[in-house]
């Protein structure tokens, strides 16, 4: 009963308010501040330095951001390379930073930034000045880790 009650009302705000509103002063003084309140960082905002790694999927670079002086390591993927690799589940697509940004640990790099240009999709985090976790594993005879407890219960 209620629904087309309530798609009328919609309808009505949409043309006699919103569309007003849409036109007015106000809404491009919104709109300047909307984009004022968000970090808008591009791939001009870094320095690059030495290339600290490659992959199957992305390139990773020692950049220093212009405005702080803070270092960063910028991930850079192709986006086509992306597309490729998981066209059987583009849910993934986004996986990777939905991780990062999530994830909030001492041991794990921070998400600080995610830039997209046309072709690439990059992701700028804490720089981990202590090497390539793969070159540690790689270090051992067995290929793992040794994890070590100090204190506390087993």
């Not at 003084?29 to 791939?43: A, P």
Request: aromatic content about 12%; overall charge positive; some cysteine.
């Amino acid at each position: 009963m209620f629904d087309s009650v309530q798609h009328k009302i919609f309808i009505d705000m949409y043309k006699n308010t919103f569309l007003n509103f849409v036109k007015s002063k106000q809404w491009e003084k919104l709109q300047i501040k909307r984009k004022d309140m968000y970090n808008n960082v591009q791939v001009e905002d870094y320095d690059f330095f030495e290339k600290l790694g490659s992959g199957g999927f992305a390139s990773v670079i020692r950049v220093r951001k212009k405005t702080t002086g803070q270092f960063y390591a910028m991930k850079v993927q192709r986006k086509m390379d992306l597309v490729e690799t998981f066209c059987d589940d583009p849910r993934r697509l986004n996986s990777e930073k939905a991780v990062f940004a999530a994830c909030h640990h001492p041991f794990i790099v921070n998400l600080d930034y995610s830039i997209q240009t046309p072709t690439c999709a990059i992701l700028i985090l804490g720089l981990a000045n202590a090497g390539n976790l793969q070159d540690v594993i790689n270090s051992y005879e067995n290929k793992q880790v040794e994890v070590k407890r100090y204190g506390g219960r087993r």
